[in-house]
């Protein structure tokens, strides 16, 4: 015993890149999602609904649906975690044909995924949180590393999982998704993950972006495509420091630069205003098509009116000492934060999760116990 308190408290001081936890996020979800599409079809076939739930199962399916497709995106992720269990709950509330055990074990997965950090890398909350805390002088860069704990402990609790859906012939859905998840989970080291999503930039970028570094609404344009282009095919440089090394910019006024978005292409080529913007979507490979849309006639023409009437209407005063300073956000760490003189937040995590281990193995082997 002593050995594992021993292990998991190393598991929580290690820490590592949270690239895999997202991944496991995407797919686990997108899993969920296509489960749902199932059971909605096949509802009135093969499952049996009780009586309070007879009317309202539609309804279930449709809003936890729409909590799975938002933990895809990572937006609001803790929330809809939240949302994710009590669907899951009244879902195996709802169906008689099931047993116990299968809800018990569904339930449980899906609400520790609450205290679990899915959403640190490629997600929409990741996002929000450099538009909130970022300005003309500071581009904030949440923290990407997570306990080592959590890559332990999911493919543990996905592997019992498959464990009991193995008994249940209409989940035989998830019988080899699970097994794929908990392999990739436990195989494929940190390191991959890291390298894979690590922002490098590019030396040779297929487009250059030119941008007025006082201008707020610039600098969260610039947040908001970096963020999307993981492949760093999109290198942006302001306006005040860059334009002038560019000599395919040398006939375009320093105002007019600052006025309009331009971007210059490898061979040279200069875009201006909404003409840059899909150039962007033509860099970023899975919003090509969109670019092709914007080009089209009409699309095109309504496209650059509203550019130009947002251009022309965005806030252009220059930034000072006085009107964007900035003081960078204090994050508080909460696993340092003392909840007693010898106990501090992270302590109680530990043991929470020592007891919840605990409990979790003990109720699974009386469950299988059972079964036999």
């Not at 012939?169 to 794929?180: H, T």
């Not at 990739?184 to 894979?196: A, C, D, G, K, T």
């Not at 922002?199 to 610039?218: F, Q």
């Not at 290198?235 to 978005?261: C, G, M, P, Y």
Request: charged share 15%; hydrophobic share 50%; net charge positive.
């Amino acid at each position: 015993m002593n050995k594992v308190n021993a292990f998991i408290n190393r598991a929580f001081d290690e820490k590592v890149d949270s690239s895999g936890l997202s991944i496991f996020r995407i797919v686990y979800f997108f899993i969920l999602l296509c489960f749902i599409i199932y059971i909605s079809e096949k509802t009135e076939n093969i499952y049996i609904i009780s009586y309070p739930f007879y009317y309202l199962f539609s309804s279930i399916l449709t809003l936890w649906f729409i909590s799975v497709y938002f933990l895809i995106l990572g937006l609001f992720t803790r929330f809809f975690s939240i949302l994710n269990f009590i669907f899951t709950l009244l879902f195996f509330s709802a169906l008689m044909f099931l047993e116990i055990q299968i809800g018990f074990i569904f339930i449980t997965f899906h609400f520790v995924l609450i205290f679990i950090p899915l959403s640190k890398t490629i997600s929409l909350d990741r996002l929000l949180l450099k538009l909130k805390y970022s300005n003309t002088t500071f581009q904030y860069n949440p923290p990407v590393k997570v306990s080592q704990f959590y890559y332990y402990v999911l493919p543990f609790l996905v592997g019992v999982m498959y464990l009991f859906f193995l008994i249940n012939v209409e989940l035989i859905y998830f019988r080899y998704v699970a097994i794929f998840i908990s392999v990739v989970m436990l195989l494929i080291p940190n390191s991959f993950w890291e390298n894979l999503f690590s922002k490098k930039i590019t030396k040779n970028p297929k487009l250059l972006v030119y941008y007025d570094a006082e201008c707020p609404l610039c600098v969260r344009t610039k947040i908001v495509v970096s963020h999307f282009d993981i492949a760093q095919k999109i290198e942006f440089k302001t306006v005040q420091l860059d334009a002038r090394e560019n000599k395919n910019l040398d006939s375009i006024s320093i105002d007019d630069l600052l006025d309009n978005i331009h971007s210059v292409d490898k061979k040279g080529k200069v875009y201006a205003g909404i003409d840059t913007y899909i150039q962007i979507l033509s860099s970023i490979w899975y919003t090509k098509l969109l670019s092709f849309l914007f080009r089209i006639p009409g699309i095109y023409n309504l496209s650059k009116g509203i550019y130009s009437y947002i251009a022309k209407n965005r806030n252009t005063e220059r930034c000072t000492e006085e009107n964007c300073g900035y003081n960078p956000p204090t994050i508080i760490n909460l696993d340092e934060v003392k909840l007693l003189k010898n106990l501090t937040f992270l302590d109680l995590k530990i043991f929470l999760w020592k007891v919840f281990l605990i409990v979790n193995v003990v109720v699974n082997l009386c469950l299988v116990i059972k079964l036999k």
